[in-house]
């Protein structure tokens, strides 16, 4: 019999739906592998409009993002979560400023990828995501703490990259030329080294798995979802 009096309510801070969404039901369903048939921990998730993260990404403002995602945080911790996660990677630029001011402890998405990999042996990442993402400190930081290396794409396939996530993946679209322009970024990432890519965004499983890149992925969706369930329970 499952006691969830001991099993920790799990927070989630959204921003875009898609990625909010698939990291919800990765819980709910892989968390039946600990707890038996249909059972997960209590889940709660806020998220404000992707509108607002967009204007205050577009202007750098840490900021402004950091207090909507507190304004998250106010209202999950209202309905009892005792810790947070964020499916977003991009948004984790403002994660200092939160860290600060949040009143529950956060995992960080980046910290469990880098964890993933380690534990994986990888040597070399790829890093995949927005403009914003990708063009950021969130993973090279964290890659070079770890002494692991890491490689971007060009500033042009960058910037096509954030393209494609913000018009279509956000939306859930998928476009065979999408799902090939992601292969071909990652064939060059191989052909340079790289022993793995960061999917960093965490809509890009939506085109992208072990099942159809030359490199395996690490998954941050799946992985901070996998990594809630073992701080839940």
């Not at 249909?38 to 993260?53: D, N, R």
């Not at 403002?61 to 911790?77: A, E, Q, R, T």
């Not at 476009?175 to 191989?190: D, L």
Request: proline fraction near 4%; charged fraction near 20%; hydrophobic fraction near 35%.
């Amino acid at each position: 019999m499952i006691d969830y009096d001991q099993i920790k309510h799990i927070g989630i801070v959204g921003c875009s739906a898609e990625g909010a969404a698939l990291c919800y039901k990765t819980i709910c369903t892989e968390s039946s592998r600990y707890l038996g048939e249909h059972a997960h921990p209590e889940i709660s998730m806020h998220t404000h409009s992707l509108a607002q993260y967009v204007k205050y990404l577009k202007t750098n403002d840490l900021h402004g993002i950091g207090n909507l995602m507190l304004s998250s945080v106010d209202k999950l911790k209202a309905q009892g979560a005792d810790f947070i996660i964020c499916p977003d990677n991009t948004i984790h630029q403002a994660f200092d400023y939160v860290a600060q001011r949040s009143p529950l402890p956060w995992l960080h998405i980046a910290d469990c990828v880098i964890r993933e990999a380690k534990a994986c042996g990888f040597k070399k990442l790829g890093i995949l995501g927005t403009q914003w993402l990708t063009e950021s400190d969130v993973y090279p930081a964290k890659i070079e703490r770890a002494k692991l290396s890491w490689q971007r794409p060009t500033q042009e396939t960058t910037k096509r990259i954030g393209h494609l996530i913000m018009s279509e993946l956000v939306y859930g679209i998928v476009k065979p030329g999408t799902v090939r322009y992601f292969q071909n970024t990652i064939n060059k990432f191989r052909d340079s080294g790289c022993d793995s890519v960061i999917l960093g965004c965490t809509e890009i499983p939506l085109v992208i798995s072990d099942n159809n890149s030359s490199l395996p992925t690490l998954n941050s969706n799946r992985i901070l979802a996998k990594a809630a369930i073992s701080e839940a329970i």
